[in-house]
């Protein structure tokens, strides 16, 4: 059995990059994050499946350590077991387990309450923040999330070729029972893996969705280019965001837009 222990560490702001990078230590996992600007915290949740790491956001059309460091203090972190951060495997590990470092990281900073924003697996994650402490999480905004879609096959392999890098490395002792457990865990539930439909439609915290379809581009938005649509999701995060802030982290009011976008998602499949 694991022992837990928790250990806090911070090392001088990078002075060039205008960033503090740390670790943290959680039940035999170590777990790395790096900080930006000042203000109303906000975690960031990468991109890339189970290699969700900080490295990825540079990658996207819009990075949001670029965009919202100016008036948020923006933290984020790879997962355990991705980029820089270590961790046991365990049968047992799931999207809780993610969760729980993702809380733990919180705790460690001092921060009681923060809006969220997520891309791809950090989709889920977000949610699964939202329904362990939901008076913790002010917004979230969520970018192209994953979803069961006809393609858990897909979800599985994904799995599987980076579980293959961990064995080839450093979990070579872990056993195959839990490695399928574990991916179990992951993939083999409905809609978000870690939050069904009903869950999603009934959410109070509020949220803002933006997932690869015009659908749930707003009207004035469709036919545009792409470049359009990064600008959108630039200014529907700082909205989403600043919103809450200006209010002092108390949770805003659903907008319409927002409730639409919400409704669109859940309802989009029987």
């Known amino acids: 059995m694991l022992r837990s222990s928790l250990r ?22 170590c777990i ?3 900080e930006w600007g ?9 991109p890339s499946g189970m ?7 540079k990658r996207t ?16 972190m790879d997962q355990r077991n991705a980029g820089e951060s270590r961790a046991p495997i365990s049968g047992n590990d799931g999207w809780h387990t993610y969760t729980a470092d993702q809380l733990g990281l919180m705790d460690h900073l001092g921060v009681e309450r923060f809006h969220v924003v997520g891309m791809c697996i950090g ?9 362990a402490a939901p008076g913790r999480v002010v917004s979230a905004v969520l970018f192209q999330p994953i979803g069961l879609d006809g393609n858990r096959e897909a979800f599985y392999q994904m799995f599987d070729g980076w579980a293959d890098e961990l064995r080839a490395t450093s979990h ?10 574990f991916r179990s865990n992951m993939y083999d539930s409905d809609f978000l893996f870690n939050a069904d439909r009903d869950f999603v439609r009934a959410c109070e915290t509020p949220f803002s969705c933006w997932p690869v379809t015009t659908s749930i581009i707003p009207r004035r938005y469709r036919g545009r280019s792409p470049s359009s649509h990064r600008t959108l999701r630039s200014s529907d995060v700082g909205r989403t965001a600043r919103i809450s802030a200006r209010r002092k982290l108390r949770s805003p009011p659903f907008s319409h837009d927002t409730l639409h976008r919400r409704n669109t998602v ?5």
Do not use: K
Not at 38 to 46: K, N, T, V
């Open 8 to 29: 806090f560490e911070l090392n001088p702001v990078d002075l060039e990059e205008g960033r503090a990078i740390g670790t943290f230590e959680r039940s035999g996992a």
């Open 32 to 34: 790395r994050y790096e």
């Open 38 to 46: 000042q203000g109303d915290p906000l975690i960031l949740l990468a």
């Open 51 to 57: 290699r969700s790491a900080i490295s990825y956001w």
């Open 61 to 76: 059309p819009w990075n949001p350590i670029e965009h919202l460091s100016d008036s948020f203090r923006v933290i984020a």
């Open 123 to 131: 989709g889920p994650f977000c949610m699964g923040l939202i329904q």
């Open 172 to 181: 070579c002792a872990v056993a195959d029972e839990d490695w399928n457990r």
């Open 266 to 270: 859940t309802d989009a499949r029987p």
